[in-house]
C-alpha cells in the first residue's frame, strides 16, 4: 500500500471517529436569567409539580409538553408581569433549585427532534421558581428518566 493511499484512508477514519464524537459530546447552553417567581407549595394540585425539578416553555411550532398554563394552573404564580418570547428564545425553568449548567448532544433526541437536556442544579430554594432564557431551541426535559439527567452542586 503506497503512503498516499494510507494518509487517505486514516484521514476518512478521523474524520469519521471526529463526527461521532462531536455527536456523543455535550453541547452547553449560555442562559440568562429573567425571573424568579414565588409559589406556595400547598396550594398545588398535582403532583407534578413534586416530580419536575425542570421544565421549558418553548415555540408552539417544536410541539411542548409544557406552557404556562402549567405555571398557572399547577404551580399557582402570578405571570402578570412576564412574557415568554417564543419566537425568538426557549426558557427554562427549575423548580427551587437555580439552573448551574444546561447542556445536550445530537444522540439524544426523540422523534419530535426534540433534544433532552441535562442540567446541574444548585442548593435547595424552597417556594422558589427560576426562569430562565436561552437561545431558541427544542430542548425537553426526558419527563419519564427525567433523575437520569438532572445532576446537582
Request: glycine share 4%; with cysteine.
Amino acid at each position: 500500500m503506497s503512503i498516499k493511499k494510507l494518509i487517505i484512508i486514516i484521514s476518512i477514519a478521523l474524520v469519521i471517529v471526529g463526527g461521532i464524537l462531536w455527536l456523543c459530546l455535550n453541547h452547553h447552553l449560555s442562559f440568562e436569567q429573567v425571573a424568579v417567581l414565588d409559589w406556595d407549595k400547598s396550594k398545588s394540585t398535582n403532583s407534578i409539580t413534586e416530580e419536575l425539578k425542570w421544565f421549558t416553555i418553548l415555540d408552539e411550532d417544536y410541539n411542548p409538553w409544557f406552557d404556562e398554563s402549567l405555571l398557572t394552573d399547577q404551580y399557582h404564580v402570578d405571570l402578570s408581569d412576564i412574557r415568554f418570547d417564543t419566537e425568538h428564545y426557549s426558557y427554562v425553568l427549575t423548580v427551587n433549585r437555580e439552573l448551574k449548567k444546561i447542556s445536550y448532544n445530537y444522540l439524544a433526541v426523540d422523534g419530535d427532534h426534540r433534544y433532552y437536556g441535562r442540567v446541574t442544579l444548585g442548593e435547595d430554594t424552597p417556594g422558589k421558581i427560576y426562569i430562565y432564557r436561552i437561545k431558541k431551541i427544542n430542548i425537553s426535559i426526558d419527563y419519564h428518566y427525567r433523575d437520569n439527567n438532572t445532576y446537582y452542586e
